[in-house]
T-cell receptor, first 112, second 115 residues
């Protein structure tokens, strides 16, 4: 079945450091891929998405590229801020539009 | 537009008691989902509705969990009797339709603690 694997956390960085959170997936066909963010005490928010191979999703300085050949959708940001501290979830939805399948989440903690 | 509303925000019950959660999706959203998020894990789908019909309930523990979406709008999720392992955040989400082009909107969730 479909699944998402993302790197274990927590990830601890200093402000302005470069961020990478790895995400790989298993799915048949061409799923849509998503990154969601959950700030402390808040609900899940869509950060970015990509719906086909080689698409790059971007938002708030975060980027992720849909790599079909490596079945990956790694999240990157060139310079993190303290306000980026949150839990990040990689997710997929297959071509039939089935419900989102989430990874386990990666906690990011940024210190000043 | 108003978001997905859930209540209560928090609930503490003893094991073997029953509990119910309520969700009001965004107006006009035909598809509604209930997810369970255990601490330290990603959300896991419990049930998906399309209007008032069930699309997928394969991961719903039907011996203790039930859900309904009368009239295709509001939805309730019930647990009876609760177990300690049911302690989690229960998230409701809605979409305009079921296809991939439509975005999901999540509610803030109900945090359940079973003691």
């Amino acid at each position: 079945g479909n699944s998402v694997t993302q790197m274990e956390g927590p990830v601890t960085l200093s402000e302005e450091a470069f961020l990478t959170i790895n995400c790989t997936y298993t799915a048949t066909g061409y799923p849509s891929l998503f990154w969601y963010v959950q700030y402390p005490g808040e609900g899940l928010q869509l950060l970015l998405k990509a719906t086909k191979a080689d698409d790059k999703g971007s938002n708030k300085g975060f980027e992720a590229t849909y790599r079909k050949e490596t079945t990956s959708f790694h999240l990157e940001k060139g310079s993190v801020q303290v306000s980026d501290s949150a839990v990040y979830f990689c997710a997929l939805s297959d071509q039939a539009g089935t419900a989102l399948i989430f990874g386990k989440g990666t906690t990011l903690s940024v210190s000043s | 537009e108003a978001g997905v509303a859930q209540s209560p925000r928090y609930k503490i019950i003893e094991k073997r008691q029953s509990v119910a959660f309520w969700c009001n999706p965004i107006s006009g959203h035909a598809t509604l989902y209930w997810y369970q998020q255990i601490l330290g894990q990603g959300p896991k789908l419990l049930i998906q509705f399309q209007n008032n019909g069930v699309v997928d309930d394969s991961q719903l523990p039907k011996d203790r969990f039930s859900a309904e979406r009368l009239k295709g709008v509001d939805s309730t999720l019930k647990i009876q009797p609760a177990k300690l392992e049911d302690s989690a955040v229960y998230l409701c989400a809605s979409r305009l339709g079921g296809q991939g082009v439509y975005g999901y909107t999540f509610g803030s969730g109900t945090r359940l603690t079973v003691v």
